[in-house]
């Protein structure tokens, strides 16, 4: 397709376990970030990849949250461990040029329960 | 970031107006003013931005005031699809910081 994809769209996993989620940014985009909505939040920042640059893991809320991106393109978001805390849809976006949210387009995130 | 405030719910008649206010008081020179909006169970999508003048596109209408601590979101003629949360924020572009700090929003009703 042509916009973002994630996957899975619905994700409920138990206490103590770990989970992948995945991002597929639109082709040729070369920024790709990952927030987190936790109900009746807002966005929270976690990540931010552009090209071959270092990521910008400021947002990342503990130790347990880590993120790659391979060949520039799929992103996969890691939770270990997870805690109820975690759970909250984890939406993915990616945008053509460095510093430009504006034009970032996002997918429809992966809703993520930890019971 | 500068924050901004936004009442958290409104409502408005289908084929009317909508005007959506944010305050950012706190705006520094370099920072815009950006909109994005979040239909139930969707991501966020952009709406429209701008710095200091008026801005149109084909979504809405960003009117700045002129000492740029305000701001209003207009849909010119709301349908029911436009029934979402609108989020106000505040950035400098095409910085280091890459990272949207969304608040809670207003969440705006769409009555038939």
Redesign the interface.
Same mark, same amino acid.
């Given at each position: 397709g042509a916009g973002?994809s994630q996957s899975p769209s619905n994700k409920v996993t138990e206490k103590g376990k770990d989970v992948e989620l995945r991002c597929d940014p639109i082709s040729g985009h070369t920024?790709l970030?990952w927030?987190r909505q936790s109900l009746?939040?807002?966005? *929270?920042?976690l990540i931010?990849f552009?090209g071959n640059s270092a990521p910008?893991k @400021?947002?990342l809320p503990s130790d347990r949250f880590s993120a790659e991106r391979t060949g520039g393109s799929v992103s996969t978001l890691t939770i270990q461990r997870t805690q109820q805390e975690d759970s909250a849809v984890y939406?993915c976006?990616s945008s053509p040029r460095?510093?430009?949210? @504006? *034009?970032?387009?996002?997918?429809?995130?992966t809703r993520l329960t930890v019971v | 970031d500068a924050k901004t405030t936004q009442p958290p719910s409104m409502d408005c008649a289908e084929g009317r107006a909508a005007n959506l206010p944010c305050n950012h008081s706190t705006i520094s020179g370099n920072e815009y003013v950006y909109w994005y909006r979040q239909i139930h169970s969707q991501g966020p999508q952009y709406i429209i931005h701008g710095l200091k003048n008026n801005e149109t596109n084909e979504m809405a209408s960003l009117i700045i005031t002129e000492d740029r601590k305000s701001s209003t979101l207009i849909l010119p003629h709301a349908t029911l699809r436009d029934t979402a949360v609108y989020y106000c924020i505040v950035r400098a572009d095409q910085t280091g910081a890459n990272n949207l700090f969304f608040g809670t929003g207003t969440r705006l009703t769409v009555i038939p």
């Open positions: 973002v920024a970030y927030y009746g939040q807002g966005l *929270e920042f931010y552009q910008d @400021s947002g939406l976006a460095q510093g430009r949210v @504006s *034009e970032a387009f996002f997918g429809q995130g | -």
